[in-house]
């Protein structure tokens, strides 16, 4: 027999289970481009959907004329919010309990807001149908800066008004202005105040994370196929989170969630840009509906960068106490969120600035304090969490520039600042000042291991040497030492806190054995390019002891998925993750039971052994996982049911808290701005690691749209709320050229919560990265007095930067 | 909307004949008319090369190209360089390397890398760096794209010189 021949070794090898580099199951179709995209979906008589939309920030609609458009041939419809308010559908609710207009209901208050709808024959027809529709618009006065419309007398947001003119409070709370949203707060405000009114030492700074965008390849789009015979409603589209999706689209139409199937197909990349729900979603449905035949709407990416999902735009004040000896007693982080024209962020309704409040680090920090301000702009709606768990980049791009600048004012090594200052091992648990309780980390370790490994002395010293040859006039490029250690928060997340439209957070999968010992498995969550298919089945071999290349992966169908949240947040390995190794275990508990009969033992004296369970000291007489599906499905066992099927829906105890240590040397051309990135270290603690091949390449991925962030990219608005980015040209993003290769290192803590001990990888880098790099850039110009720049540091500033500091002689 | 013209351009070796509007765009002549879906729409500006195929001999941003600029070319596209039972070696190589993860720019990285290897058969990093930079990724850091087009490279090699 094989079996017996097969060394414990090989059995394991051959799992392909959790800790190997499995290839990825996906490629096949990818590299043949066979990939099933929802843009490459084609249905018999499709129609297609496109907006009018406003040119203009702010301004009321006099009148839309769609007379000439309907003449155009081609154009078989055009819905504006008349047609859509007798359904109720001209507004629909956002994930932060506000509204959005579906299409402008008398006024725009935003560049690019959807203004109508055409329904037409083929993509051409839409761009005549488009320009045929005359739309009057009375301009309003404009506001793109928070501070200012906080403000203003110019109301943005009439319909949140009382009949009074009084405001009502919002979904969070309070509202102080007519163009305020939210306040929120965490932490303990009077006792922090205090510790920095009396500390030895107070570092202040103020900094702007610009606005931007997460730009996936593929833009957002859908197709809405309403087939009147049977009544059910089929909506194909990129969607992150199928089922809460359906929910909504049941919620918001009336139609039963029985009667709605949500497929999200192939996604071409997400990260973040693909959780909310858009107007193009709704007017589909709507034009499905009245039509009766598929309808296909795509964004343009001018559309996608202008008006689905931008993210950051925080405005935040920091001030962090230390005492002499530089270590940390208080931190107060003030932020003014500026969330557009609605407040659509996708945050767990409990926390209408997501965990912002994650935003004293990897640091013991005894007291803090954090207040958000929400407030309304003439700005496109979003606030997603780009690549990033719910505004954690926010929140360790703020502690990480607050531990430089505090560096500076203490003149102390920034390095050192943050060893003396770290979380130590032992105190894991360790509740912090702001609320959470991290599960587990060792800092110390992770940072001693990354400035070895990158001789952080024998830079410093080559960068004073450097600054030395630069004041002698040897050299015109300065170096800068980026560093960063960041903690994350992912896996959102427990029900007790964590809801979105008040769906608890929990994941789910469900896994079926075929007789000949393969495997079907369901998960609640929706790959983007994460490799889901490849890595969920690796965690499953090794749980149920059959090979990975026998367990096809299924998700993103919510006909045949089991319910779940989706995928963004980091949370499909610490939620759908812990589900699926859970629901792995009730299989081999069946199992266990199946084998014991087989072997004619009790339960408890056969044990698991990679691929089969073996009589407890006699570990010749086993069955085989194989056998033992088999037999699930062809011998009548007294007291077991037939079949080996299994379904957990996992609700975390706890989020996960990933954690790196990062460290970037870059060299700056300080006549041109130009700065090159000679080295980028990234050490990544994720706990228990999957799938290496996949955890770096989401390194290197995370990685460079940090740099991108950070050294660039920026969805950015002109006084007249013009969006100056709206086209690749001028959003960057970063080539081939400009990025360079990423060392990748890794230390293992795992967390003590999740079944398998995994923490969630894909936004580490992302979070890590946008303060490593910025601190690079901050770092070279440390010497010349410089404290703060803001984001994004593109040629143009590094040369303004260097300018200012008087460098060009 | 203007008159239609007609057409005829041979794609992966087989001739195809239709009447179209000059202005619909070669993307769309390929997606939508032939239902060759390989090449994705990523911008519709010529910054991303999602939509890269090979026109002639060069590789082509199919986005920014009118059906009419394209009349009487021989066209190549991600499925016309490998069969499920024969992968070209750069299909291959990105499956091994990782040089994939959302699958969405891929066929036109395949597409514009096996045009750069016809260029220039052993290039050097820098040289693989530059000739991509028409082809923007979102999800690797292009780290293990590189990685797979120099494996490809080198397999390319070593097969033409054991044929020779």
Same mark, same amino acid.
């Given at each position: ?36 995209? @929802? ?7 499709? %129609? ?21 458009? %309907? ?63 005359? *739309? ?33 409070? &919002? ?29 030895? *030492? !107070? ?35 990129? +969607? ?8 909504? @689209? ?44 598929? @309808? ?11 008006? $689905? ?129 991290? =599960? ?52 959102? &997340?427990?029900?007790?806190?964590? =809801? ?114 073996? *009589? ?48 970037? !040397? ?51 608005? =002109? ?11 001028? +959003? ?6 400009? !990025? ?7 230390? @293992? ?7 398998? &001990? ?30 703060? $720049? ?20 | ?66 059906? /009419? ?63 991509? /930079? ?27 010189? /054991?044929?020779?």
């Amino acid at each position: 027999m094989k079996d017996e021949v097969e060394s414990r070794e090989d059995r394991v090898a051959g799992l392909k289970g959790m800790g190997c580099s499995r290839k990825r199951v996906e490629d096949a179709r990818f590299t043949q481009g066979k990939g099933n995209y @929802v843009d490459d979906l084609k249905l018999d008589g499709m %129609l297609f959907g496109d907006f009018v939309r406003s040119p203009y920030a702010h301004a009321r609609i006099v009148n839309i004329d769609t007379e000439a458009a %309907l003449k155009v041939p081609g154009v078989l419809a055009v819905l504006t919010a008349k047609d859509l308010e007798p359904l109720g559908l001209h507004w629909m609710p956002t994930l932060a309990g506000d509204k959005q207009m579906v299409l402008a209901d008398g006024k725009v208050l935003f560049q690019g807001q959807e203004v109508a709808y055409v329904v037409v024959q083929d993509r051409y027809a839409a761009a005549d149908g488009i320009e045929a529709v005359e *739309v009057d618009y009375e301009e309003l006065p404009v506001l793109v800066n928070p501070f200012e419309a906080l403000k203003s007398d110019v109301v943005l947001r009439e319909d949140l008004l009382a009949e009074d003119g009084s405001i009502p409070d &919002g979904a969070h709370g309070p509202r102080k202005h007519h163009n305020h949203i939210f306040t929120w707060e965490a932490g303990d405000k009077d006792p922090t105040l205090e510790v920095i009114d009396n500390a030895d *030492v !107070v570092a202040e700074e103020t900094m702007y994370y610009h606005r931007t965008h997460p730009c996936p390849l593929e833009t957002c789009g859908c197709v809405a196929s309403m087939d009147k015979v049977n009544g059910k409603l089929t909506l194909w589209g990129t +969607f992150q989170a199928p089922h809460a999706i359906r929910t909504v @689209v049941s919620l918001i139409s009336g139609i039963e969630e029985h009667n709605i199937r949500v497929i999200s197909p192939d996604i071409g990349g997400g990260f973040g840009n693909k959780v909310g729900a858009y107007p193009g979603y709704v007017c589909s449905v709507v034009a499905s509906i009245v039509t009766g035949k598929p @309808v296909k709407w795509i964004e343009d990416r001018m559309d996608n960068l202008m008006t $689905t999902a931008f993210a950051r735009d925080y405005h935040m004040t920091g001030r962090i106490a230390a005492t002499k000896e530089g270590k940390i007693t208080g931190v107060h982080c003030s932020v003014t969120a500026d969330h557009g024209g609605f407040d659509a962020c996708a945050d767990p309704t409990k926390f209408p600035a997501g965990f912002m409040n994650i935003c004293t680090g990897s640091y013991d920090i005894p007291t803090a304090y954090l207040e958000v301000d929400g407030v309304y702009t003439n700005k496109a709606p979003g606030g997603v969490s780009y690549r990033c768990s719910f505004r954690v980049t926010e929140a360790v791009y703020f502690i990480e520039r607050m531990i430089e600048v505090l560096a500076i004012k203490l003149n102390m090594d920034a390095a050192e600042l943050r060893r003396i200052n770290f979380i130590k091992k032992e105190q894991f648990p360790y509740q912090a000042a702001l609320g959470w309780e991290y =599960d587990s980390g060792d800092y110390h370790t992770a940072w001693d291991k990354a400035l070895k490994a990158v001789d952080y002395d024998g830079l410093r010293a080559e960068q004073a040497q450097r600054v030395e040859d630069f004041k002698a006039g040897k050299t015109r490029k300065l170096m800068g030492i980026g560093l960063t250690f960041f903690t994350e928060i992912v896996g959102a &997340g427990p029900v007790k806190n964590c =809801d979105i439209l008040g769906l608890g957070m929990f994941d789910s999968c469900e896994i079926r054995i075929h007789p000949t010992g393969s495997a079907i498995a369901r998960l609640g969550t929706i790959s983007q390019g994460q490799g889901h298919a490849t890595t969920f089945a690796q965690i499953l071999a090794s749980e149920i002891g059959l090979p990975a290349d026998s367990i096809t992966i299924e998700e993103g169908d919510t006909d045949t998925a089991p319910y779940g949240l989706g995928t963004y947040g980091s949370r499909s390995t610490p939620v759908a993750g812990a589900a699926t190794a859970m629901a792995g275990r009730k299989i081999r508990a069946k199992a266990q039971m199946i084998a014991a009969y087989l072997l004619e033992v009790h339960d408890d004296d056969v044990e698991f052994d990679v691929d089969r369970f073996a *009589v407890k000291g006699a570990p010749e007489k086993f069955k085989t996982m194989n056998e033992i599906a088999f037999a699930a499905y062809n011998q009548a066992i007294p007291g077991i049911e037939p079949g080996l099927e299994a379904v957990s829906y996992y609700d975390p105890p706890n989020m996960t808290y990933p954690f790196g240590a990062y460290v970037c !040397v870059m060299d700056i051309d300080v006549d041109t701005g130009v700065p090159v990135i000679r080295r980028f270290y990234a050490l990544d603690d994720c706990g228990t690691r999957i799938n290496p091949m996949i955890i770096e390449g989401q390194v290197h991925g995370g990685l460079t749209e940090a740099l991108a962030v950070a050294l660039g990219q920026e969805i950015a608005y =002109d006084d007249m709320g013009n969006v100056k980015t709206g086209t690749l040209m001028d +959003f960057f993003l970063p080539t081939a050229w400009e !990025v360079p290769n990423y060392e990748t290192d890794h230390t @293992v803590t795992p967390s003590p919560h999740h079944p398998i &001990g995994a923490k969630g990888v894909g936004e580490s880098p992302h979070v890590g990265g946008v303060p490593c790099f910025s601190n690079a850039v901050q770092d070279a110009f440390r010497p010349f007095g410089n404290t703060h $720049t803001n984001m994004p540091h593109d040629h143009w500033r590094i040369w303004k930067t260097a300018n200012e500091l008087g460098l060009h002689g | 909307m203007s008159k239609k013209q007609h057409y005829k351009i041979t794609v992966n070796g087989k001739e195809e004949e239709f009447l179209a509007e000059p202005r619909e765009l070669l993307i769309h002549t390929l997606r939508e008319r032939l239902k060759i879906t390989g090449p994705h729409i990523g911008c519709e500006t010529s910054h991303c090369g999602a939509c890269t195929v090979t026109v002639n001999g060069k590789s082509v941003k199919s986005c920014t190209v009118f059906v /009419a600029q394209a009349d009487g070319t021989e066209i190549t596209t991600i499925e016309g360089i490998g069969s499920p039972d024969a992968l070209h070696p750069l299909q291959e190589a990105f499956k091994e390397h990782h040089g994939l993860q959302c699958g969405f720019c891929t066929p036109g990285m395949i597409i514009r890398a096996s045009k750069l290897l016809e260029e220039i058969p052993n290039p050097s990093e820098e040289e693989i760096r530059f000739g991509m /930079a028409g082809n923007i990724c979102r999800c690797t850091g292009y780290q293990n794209i590189v990685k797979s087009i120099q494996a490809a490279a080198a397999e390319m090699n070593s097969a033409k010189e /054991a044929a020779e």
